[in-house]
């Protein structure tokens, strides 16, 4: 499993141009289906939608994804939930964590690192290239069956932090 901070709607095109276009599922928000072309494009390529104010969704969206898993399909999460509009680590949500412990998996670390600088929350498109300012640090990966869930969610958080530049890193009350 990938874990990534989330910035931008640069991340899933470094993180697909990273890891690879094939062998992997992300964990979408319900919401997307209604962006025009990203929307058709989750759906089309099977990857798992959650509607987060659904508790029967969050749960058939924990089954898949460790089915997913199981299946040796490669799940990518954005454990914030959403992207951050300041550009600091937000708050994890559990669902990643969860999925990888009870499965076993471990977890690949992500740190994405200037995309919020060439495309910011509240725009529609890019401004800027993310050449010069944009990069990605994958991290060593972080096994789950020795960890409680809290344990794994704290590592990988730490993990992510670790290769954030200041200005991106938590403020001690996101902490």
Not at 29 to 41: F, H, I, M, N, Q
Not at 53 to 75: C, E, F, P, V, Y
Not at 82 to 95: A, D, V, W
Not at 147 to 156: C, F, I, S, Y
Request: glycine fraction near 10%; aromatic fraction near 8%; charged fraction near 25%.
């Amino acid at each position: 499993m990938f874990v990534a901070n989330h910035n931008s709607w640069m991340d899933i095109p470094f993180l697909g141009g990273t890891i690879g276009w094939r062998n992997y599922k992300i964990v979408a928000k319900k919401e997307l289906e209604k962006v025009p072309a990203l929307g058709k494009s989750i759906s089309c390529g099977g990857h798992v939608m959650v509607d987060r104010a659904n508790r029967r969704s969050q749960l058939m969206t924990l089954k898949a994804g460790m089915q997913w898993l199981k299946d040796g399909i490669h799940l990518c999460t954005f454990p914030e939930g959403t992207r951050s509009k300041s550009g600091r680590l937000l708050s994890f949500k559990n669902g990643a964590f969860k999925m990888a412990h009870k499965q076993g998996s471990p977890i690949i670390p992500i740190s994405i690192v200037g995309t919020g600088k060439a495309h910011p929350y509240n725009y529609i498109f890019p401004f800027k290239s993310t050449r010069k300012i944009g990069k990605v640090v994958v991290h060593d990966p972080i096994e789950s069956n020795d960890k409680t869930e809290g344990e794994l969610a704290k590592a990988v958080r730490q993990s992510i932090i670790d290769g954030l530049p200041e200005e991106q890193r938590p403020s001690n009350e996101d902490d």
